[in-house]
């Protein structure tokens, strides 16, 4: 069934599927459009796309319900957490059931001995690490905005800290999933590996809500670091702040975060921020370990840099300094934002291998430059991924045209040279063609068998990564 089908088929199944929940909810379930179009937006530029309903569960228990309803009804079901997604990952293009799991933020278990946690979808990243401060752990992943977990899982979410700590796939040891009938399955174990079976567990993860509703998380946990150093470091040429990333990685030296901003993105962030950083390509990094680990990596990277360009490496040691430089990175979405007036942004990310990293910037870079276009680039350069903010007109039919245009040759370079299409954006609605070109048909083919497999009905975040266009063979 189409798209189109489906949400004009979704409307009445939405209404009955309200009825029936509307005295157990109570204020829980929301039908007001008013209501609904709290949820008709994220952070993407993909439009508004409204739900017929939205259901708040605060159970395990109640989602299963909710899916095992929908499921009888047709209705399509669109997983919802804190609406930071950048690709319309979930956006509620059908219509149907928006299954709002902001509400469940319980953390249910916390296992130092084991350096692991269990936690309910809802749970956000900083509320983690808030409860975890006396235990000596913490919870690395860290995209910017104060995601839910089960988000980060459908993403498969990484962000500034991945080149040490990895990403959500690394981190997440088991999970609990409601199906598409609404059963509950359990995958993974607490054990740090295994060899039985099926790796069902990273099945889920980056399966953008397509395969199944995550309703509880094992999560593995890291010692927080004795000591902590965070600077910024200014280069002469974006290449040379590149090629130190490169240097830096390849020699071994264990960064915790190392992040990439051109000039334009340090503008945005001194107006935005009120910094004073000099406006040219700058890194953001920080170092983890014992002092005489922290001073030893200072000392390498410092020796790389200089032969690259680098300037004064200005040193933020105390948590208030290191907490305002890297909450001025995360803003860096609304500073770009703020460059031009009501503006909309449209944020596109690739990876790429580190040795091909100074390469594919720089063609961005000169194809920004060329299309007079506001386009601060930045990203996690240390594991190859990096971002450009188109800042836009949204009347302005030629900007969007050439920013179409960038985005398609970004992606294609990277596809070139042995990269990803999206790094932790995922595919949502915005790059499902890129998916056929970075896997082709025999993988994509395989996937649409898995979603059918565990979702005979397409009711599970219906349209996402494959859109309505068939595979080919698989028809």
Partial sequence: MSIA??????????????SSFAAEFGPRLLTNPAALAHYARSEGHHGEHLPDLVARPTSVEEVQ????AAAELSVPVVPYGAGTSLEGNAAA?????????????RVLEIHPEDMLCVVEPGVTREQ????????????????????????????????????????????????????ADGSLVRTGTRAR????????????????????VVVEATLRLH?????????????????????????????????????????????ACNLHSHLNLPEQPTLFL???????????????????????????????????????????????????????????????????????????????QARVEEAGLIAPILGHVGDGNFHVFFVLPPDDERAWTRARAI??????????????????????????GALLREHGPEAVLLMRRLKEALDPQGILNPGKLFGDASTPGLD
């Fill in 5 to 18: 089908a489906r949400r004009l088929a979704s409307a009445d199944g939405g209404a009955l599927l309200a």
């Fill in 128 to 179: 983690l690490n808030a409860e975890l401060r006396t235990t000596g752990l913490f919870f690395p992943v860290d995209p910017g905005a104060n995601a839910t977990m089960a988000g980060m899982i459908a993403t498969r979410a990484s962000g500034t800290n991945a080149v040490r700590y990895g990403t959500m796939r690394e981190n997440t040891l088991a999970l609990k999933v409601v199906l």
């Fill in 286 to 364: 920080e170092l983890h370990g014992s002092e005489a680990s922290v001073r030893e990596q200072l000392d390498m990277v410092q020796a790389i840099g200089a032969d690259f360009g680098g300037g004064a490496l200005a040193r933020a040691v105390e948590t208030e300094a290191r907490s305002r430089l890297w909450k001025a990175r995360h803003q860096a979405l609304p500073a770009a934002r703020a460059m031009l007036p009501n503006a909309v942004t449209w944020v596109t990310d690739v990876c790429v291998p580190i040795s091909r990293l100074a390469d594919a910037i720089g063609r961005v």
């Fill in 93 to 105: 293009i059908a219509g149907g059931l928006c299954l709002d799991l902001s509400g469940m933020t």
């Fill in 223 to 267: 010692g927080q670091p004795e000591a902590l150093l965070a600077g910024t470091w200014p280069f002469d040429t974006l290449g040379g702040a590149v090629q130190t990333v490169i240097a830096t990685i390849q020699a071994g030296i264990p960064v915790a975060r190392m992040e990439l901003l051109d000039a334009a993105a340090i503008r």
């Fill in 193 to 212: 590996k295994s060899s039985a079976g099926y790796d069902l567990t990273h099945l889920f993860v980056g399966s953008e809500g397509t395969l199944g």
């Fill in 407 to 432: 985005n398609e040759a970004m992606v294609e370079h990277a596809l070139a040279v042995g990269g990803t299409c999206t790094g932790e954006h995922g595919i949502g609605i915005g790059k499902q």
């Fill in 65 to 68: 319900r909710l899916v095992r």
